[in-house]
């Protein structure tokens, strides 16, 4: 973005020497950069959440949502077969949330630097940390927080969805609005949202810090070595301490979650209270949450430096 973009954008050049005086202003207004110069980090989840509003859309015009035997299907079975679409819903925007969250991370720092926009931006009295902080917002608290307002409106559609269907053939809305917790629904993508921010918080980093000091490919730059590493350790002492590690950091976040929901003999036990699956306690107590935030602070610090000494590209 240019200097005349940004001043037209503020309302003029006086409104920008305002906006950056005071202590907090310069890191709002960096976040606010941040999202108008990366549209996708809003729009993304948006487009997803309206392919699977057309997909729940024809299903339930084709199908619908519930039949005329479910009173014979088991309670707990019949919440879970309830639940089923929006947490499906859910996941794909969380999933779609994190695969943008990484290529926004891979371009942040490296993007200012190859399109020279950098000369423009410390010219401003905005500081690197600052700058660098403003960053590191958008994939941990912007984009969750994105997130969780989409998969509110569109589970909210669906359940609108549904409750006309029901409507539409006769049945009573009890078996819909009498049995879906939706409130702890809410509670569970707020927790499993912020968890994963929490959790993925030193790969956010380490894809930041990547972005700052890598001059050409960060994208390779960032998988290639990991990847090497692991192959050179099996091969050399057949171990895989770091292949480990880099599934630990993927899948981990799963222990701050209870054993609500288990597999017994080939069989899916499904919980009739959604709340029960979250373990807050148990996530503060995994070190590996501690471990991971000191290092992404370690690596924040490690961006900072290099936006502060690298030349355009």
Known sequence: MSDVSLDTALGGSGVLT???????????????????????????????????????????????????????????????????????????IVVTMFIVAVFYCLGALHNERRDRSILFWKSLPVSDLTAVLSKAAIPLVV????????????????????????????????????RLPWLQMQGVVLYTLAVTALWFAPIYAWLLFISGWAKRAPFLWAFLPPLALSLVEKIAFNTSYIGDLISYRLHGFKDAFSEGTVSRAGRLDIVTSPISLLDPLGLLSLPGLWSGLMVAAGLLAAAVWFRRRQEPI
């Open 18 to 92: 305002s906006a950056l005086s005071h202590p907090t202003r310069p890191f709002y207004w960096s976040v606010r950069r941040e999202l108008w110069e990366n549209r996708a980090t809003y729009l993304a989840p948006a487009n997803v959440a309206g392919v699977l509003m057309v997909g729940s859309l024809l299903a339930a015009l084709r199908f619908g949502r519930y039949h005329d035997d479910v009173s014979q299907i088991d309670p707990a079975q019949r919440l879970g077969l309830m639940e089923l679409p929006y947490g499906v819903a859910a996941l794909a």
């Open 143 to 178: 984009m969750p927080i994105v997130a969780f307002v989409v998969i509110e409106a569109l589970q909210l559609a669906m359940l609108f969805l549904n409750t006309v269907t029901i409507l539409v053939r006769g049945q009573n809305l009890s078996q819909l609005w009498g």
